[in-house]
């Protein structure tokens, strides 16, 4: 993947680098009379990025959003464009508390390496990511829990965005809680973790979150409403052996906050604890991505699962050279080429 120069955009004034996240556990709870589902989840940022870039226009009188690396162009996603509805959210609001005379408009760039409609969050993070810019351009009259307010009516995952951190999220994945790990030195001794890392495998098409919730909900009425039965349990067979199986049990924001800490300190740990209710709706619509799953394992793999609402597949590897024996193992497999767009092997983030 060509990534675009960087000193072609050394006109911008001000750049912030952003993370695509995977849920490491994604709980559904139902869905409201509004449509959207009620969620508890855990976004873990990976070191895969857009940079994104802002610069004020010295003419013309709209914004212009451009894009390079994984899609190429000018203001193509239009006025649904989140970057675009960010840089219109956060000037209402600075117009309306801070200077009604601001007639500014933006050059953003954003350079793209997280994947389109991946379930990685990539148009989330840019969007939080100008709202931080704006906010710096014009010195900080926002706090981050205004931002994040300010992010949650772009999308339920852009608050997520604005920290960048590992968080738990509550609500519709859009009430965000950072999760602070301890230190290597912690007296209880339980960390560090081992070298672990994420295989990403990216795909050649994208899934719509709403198709895929919609799916959900599908399956679920089918399954009279009960949701045991095509959520959690079903994740088990992505497992590596000896893991045994991966409870499907609802857990609430405490209990879930202590077992993801706990996993934290080692990854049979965390292989066990990771869990995403979503994922059987994706591989509804689009079988093919278990056998991605189910190669991953046979490769080696100690966790196979989809992040968020797909279609990226992510696999946990117990070391990076194990991760680039996945990658080959499953780089040699014909009936998957088709399916697979990329592979990369990446870490957790933590800021
Ligand atoms: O909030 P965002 O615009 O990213 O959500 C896209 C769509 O995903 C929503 O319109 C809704 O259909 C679905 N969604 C949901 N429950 C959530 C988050 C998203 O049903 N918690």
Known sequence: MDIAPIDEFSSAQISLRVF???????????????GYHKLLTVFQPVD???????????????????????????????DKDLCIRALNIFLDKYRAEVDSNCSDYFDIFVNKMIPV?????GGSVDAAGVLRLLNEYYGFPFNTVTLEELAAR??????FGVRNVLSVGNRYGDVIEPLELPSCSDSNGIFPVEEYCWLLILNKVGLSTPDVFAELDRLYALNDGVEKGVSG???ASFCADGLGGVSDKKKDIVCLKQDIVFAYRDSYSLAK??????????????????????????????RGFISGSGPTCVLLCESESKAEQIRQYLANIDYLSDVIDEMLVV???SL
């Open 20 to 34: 695509g996240k995977i849920n490491l556990f994604l709980q559904v709870d139902g869905v409201e009379s509004n």
């Open 48 to 78: 895969l990025y857009d940079d994104v870039h802002l610069s004020l226009r010295s003419s013309g009188d709209c914004h212009l959003v451009r894009y390079a690396g994984r899609v190429c162009g000018t203001n193509i996603f239009g």
């Open 117 to 121: 409609q991946g379930g990685m969050a």
């Open 154 to 159: 772009l999308g339920a995952d852009v608050p």
């Open 233 to 235: 349990g079903d994740c």
């Open 273 to 302: 604890e990771i869990r995403n209710d979503l994922e059987i709706a994706a591989l509804s619509l689009y079988p093919k991505l278990s056998h991605i799953l189910v190669e991953g394992i046979r490769g080696g793999a100690l």
């Open 347 to 349: 870490s957790n983030v």
